[in-house]
């Protein structure tokens, strides 16, 4: 049994392993190089995020740490996927995923990320620090729905964007990163993002102008990213898309987007909110401190002061005044006490803080607005 990080070289194993493990468990074929194609890479700088177990010369194992530059409210914060975990079926049982887990959580430290996500089975993850919490808001239009809501809604064309139309990438890549919690993309890599998992991405004008960009799946329904240059136009671009694909149309907004929720949580058919991941938070004082500044955009913040004892990890204090809200570590008593699984429920729901503790508290301040769902689709 060989443990290593991956090459270049293999690249065709990684993608012949990710395929048939879940094209086993889905019941359905999978294609990662059409599913992922930021990741699927062949050099060693995307191979290098994967490692892997090697039995007799033959991948057999093997797990992805993908980090991930962004911003919080203007803070750059670094966020990592751990994720394209797989075993092939033949070699369950052997322990070999606990070894993988180990070796990309040390990755994970040995990048100094500030929190990392990943999906899957919540208990199976707890006992690694991660735990489901942060929100996100799903909304469902049935067909017709969103024409019929706002009839006043403008026209808008639609056109795919290609890999090459670099003036088309850059409008959209430049929209999505004023985008309040954004991974920094680039707009070299932007089109890879838009078009995983089979998206295909539309350039959306109006009075021939730019308004926006919507990236959706091929009957229309999942719209996996959709952003305008205000308000009107985004109301514009799903209402017509909808008009023009005649189906249901889902999409998601984040919790910090209050105008946009405020348009749309009345008039959908169906509307949901759920933890959008599994976190591990490893920074506390910088991630509280970013998404608490969020938080403060957007709503009045009681002032006052929390200090809150993390097992394992100490105390910090969290507090918003006339001047400001953040974080900070401290060595004063803590108020509360929570281990980190405790702390990510409470501070980030997406459960009210009273649902996860029995303590009061006479601030407005949580859940804090974590909502980090497969940012740049990985």
């Known amino acids: 049994m060989e443990l290593r990080r991956l090459k270049a070289e293999d690249y065709d194993a990684l993608l012949g392993l990710l395929n048939g493990v879940f094209t086993r468990h889905n019941g359905r074929e999978q294609d990662f190089e059409k599913m992922l194609p930021k990741m699927c890479v062949r050099d060693d700088e995307q191979m290098g995020k994967h490692f892997g177990i090697f039995e007799d010369g033959q991948l057999v194992a093997c797990i992805g740490v993908y980090p991930l530059d962004g911003v919080v409210a203007g803070e750059k914060l670094r966020f990592a996927t751990m994720g394209n975990i797989a075993t092939h079926w033949e070699h369950t049982g052997k322990g070999y995923m606990s070894k993988l887990i180990a070796v990309a959580l040390k990755e994970l430290e040995d990048l100094g990320v500030d929190a990392a996500r990943l999906g899957g089975n919540r208990l199976r993850y707890n006992r690694y620090g991660f735990e489901s919490c942060g929100q996100v808001l799903y909304f469902t239009f049935n067909k017709d729905t969103l024409p019929s809501r706002f009839p006043n809604a403008g026209e808008v064309s639609f056109a795919k964007i290609d890999s090459k139309d670099t003036q088309a990438l850059a409008f959209c890549c430049g929209l999505y990163n004023e985008n309040a919690i954004a991974v920094t993309r680039s707009v070299q890599d932007c089109y890879a993002v838009m078009t995983a998992w089979e998206h295909i991405p539309y350039l959306c004008m109006q009075d021939g102008k730019p308004v926006g960009y919507l990236c959706a799946d091929e009957s229309g329904m999942d719209v996996a990213e959709v952003f305008g240059v205000d308000l009107k136009r985004f109301t514009d671009i799903l209402c017509r898309w909808q008009k023009e694909k005649e189906t249901t149309v889902c999409f998601a907004l984040q919790p910090h987007n209050k105008e946009y929720i405020r348009r749309f949580a009345g008039v959908s058919d169906v509307m949901k909110v759920q933890s959008p991941s599994h976190f591990k938070v490893y920074n506390w004082e910088k991630v509280i401190g970013a998404f608490l500044k969020l938080k403060a955009s957007y709503l009045e913040l009681t002032k006052d002061e929390l200090v809150l004892q993390i097992e394992d990890y ?24 929570l281990n980190s699984l405790e702390a990510s429920r409470f501070l980030f729901g997406p459960l009210a803080p009273e649902d996860v503790v029995a303590q009061a508290l006479d601030v407005n301040w949580f859940p804090l607005p974590l909502s980090w769902n497969g940012q740049d689709r990985v």
């Open 314 to 337: 100490g105390a910090i204090g969290i507090f918003a005044d006339e001047n400001g809200a953040g974080c900070e570590k401290t060595d004063r008593a803590p108020q509360l006490t």
